[in-house]
């Protein structure tokens, strides 16, 4: 009886890969608590709530819009140029906001780590999973624009899941990776910000990447969002006339599967010493 006060719990993940991806499936109650909780979060006490996620999109494509359509006159590939930057801040927006709500969910949960034991990828992947929302009512707000300008996609629209598929891998990797980085170097919540916001000027956002040197293509789609937003272009404006596009694609494809795999790994390697750190 007197060494029960000296007894400690200590509570562990799996050590087997097979254990821990088991654990996630035990944990989906809380993984669903999360992200409902994330996405009352978001909106909390504000004027326009939701509306948010309508309104930024909407003032980010009127001033790409103005910017390099009206006054760069850049080319448009045949369509409205609201459309052309439009289509590509959904995927642009999912990969911002994941990554920069990813990038902190580990040190804002800071308690739940420290109390108890869960696979500490659920917090990260909520972040990732509450943009898919914002992703899909910006979509509602990209059906109401080709109806103001009478446009129609065709058949290749049936492929968005596939590319949001890929937008979420590459998403997924880059968040998990720079989670795990800032709950060790707390430094990385100010370079975040700035990732990003070089992220959207470095990606086809405002412009197509058709504008972009021939001999600069091959290093300018290591950018993992540039390849995606070219096949949202491609799935909903239509085929472009960049000779690069598949080959650009592909390898932005590539980039997209090794940050998933450096992240899940560099994750899981550094996972017990959150508690730690934090």
Known sequence: MKNKENRKLTIEPGKSNIQYWTDIWRFRELF???????VLIRYKQTVLGVGWSILRPFLTMVVFTLVFGKLAKLPSEGVPYPILVFVALLPWQFLSNSFGEAS?????????LTKIYFPRLIVPATAVIVSVLDFLISFGLL???MLWFNFTPNWRIVTIPAWLLLAFMASFGASLLIAALTVRYRDFRHVTPFIIQLGLYA????FSSTVVPAQWKFLYFINPAAGIIEGFRWAIIGPTNDPFFLIGVSESIGVSLFLLWVGVRYFRGT??????YI
């Open 104 to 112: 902190s969910s580990l040190v804002v949960n800071a308690n739940l």
């Open 271 to 276: 996972e017990r010493l959150f508690a730690d």
């Open 203 to 206: 990606s086809p956002v405002g």
């Open 32 to 38: 669903y608590f999360l992200s409902w909780r994330d």
């Open 143 to 145: 059906s109401l624009l």
